[in-house]
């Protein structure tokens, strides 16, 4: 899709969207005033609305933009367990999420040593790595 296929209704929104982003950045595009974080998520707002309405010109609807550094969640497969992660964008492109230290990706017969006796275990997990697991009565 392109500019000349696009409807009427797209053409307007997407001009709608440029005219609230630009209203909303000339504020900090004329000073060397820093927003302040509320006043960034306000413009960030509508950088996504912008981007989201070039998307369906450009055929690519359903993408996103991600800052780097920006906190992100990442979850296993069925969408649970959430742990926040920190976004890596090089180049304009997401190339990964870094986890914290203390969490770690462990698959499925991963085998680590394991310490102490009973029916409880717990992780071991060093820079994230889980490096292994203590077992304990409770």
Known sequence: ???L???AAQRQTLR??????ASLSQTYAESARTPTAAEAAIVQTAIDAMSAAIAVINGTSGAASVANGATVAVRNSAGADSHNGTAVVASGSLTGVNLAATVALVD???KVAATGTGAFATAVIANGVLTGVTLSAS
Request: charged share 20%; no cysteine.
């Open 5 to 7: 296929t696009v409807t």
């Open 1 to 3: 899709m392109s500019l």
């Open 108 to 110: 499925n017969g991963d």
């Open 16 to 21: 709608d969207k440029a005219s609230t982003l």
